[in-house]
């Protein structure tokens, strides 16, 4: 059974950092797309990086840019979000998603931001930044 499970959300003052990690399990082939994204009470789900696992291809929102990155291990059993320079606005509930055997990988950085095109999602992990 393939899942995913985000975990390292907490209470961090402005300005702070955090690192959430996204453990993937069940996967038999790099072939996938791991995509985060976060969701504030009231809004949709905002994407925020994705990754290519197979040639390590990364993908930010201009929101995040600069301030996120997204990176895995050796293994690629685990994608990572490092959070920087955090703001009361970052606040949200944040998961981790996948894109099994996606087509159009030219075009991931066009539609990796949304979240219609992920088929499996992970549980949330809450992020609350205090400022």
């Known amino acids: 059974e393939v899942q995913l499970q985000a975990s390292g959300g907490g209470l961090v003052q402005a300005g702070g950092s955090l690192r959430l990690s996204c453990a993937a399990s069940?996967?038999?082939?790099?072939?996938?797309?791991i995509g985060w994204f976060r969701q504030a009470p009231g809004k949709e789900h905002e994407g925020l990086s994705w990754?290519?696992?197979?040639?390590?291809?990364?993908y930010y929102a201009d929101s995040v840019k600069g301030r996120f990155t997204i990176s895995t291990d050796n293994t690629k059993d685990t994608v990572y979000l490092q959070l920087a320079t955090l703001k009361p606005e970052d606040t949200a509930a944040y998961y981790c998603?996948?894109?099994?055997?996606?087509?159009?990988?030219?075009?991931?950085?066009?539609?990796?931001?949304?979240?219609?095109?992920?088929?499996?999602w992970g549980q949330g992990t809450l992020v609350t930044v205090s400022s």
């Open positions: 998603a996948a894109i099994l055997w996606p087509r159009r990988r030219s075009m991931l950085g066009v539609y990796g931001s949304n979240p219609d095109e992920y088929g499996l």
């Open positions: 069940g996967f038999t082939s790099d072939d996938l797309v």
């Open positions: 990754l290519y696992l197979a040639d390590g291809s990364s």
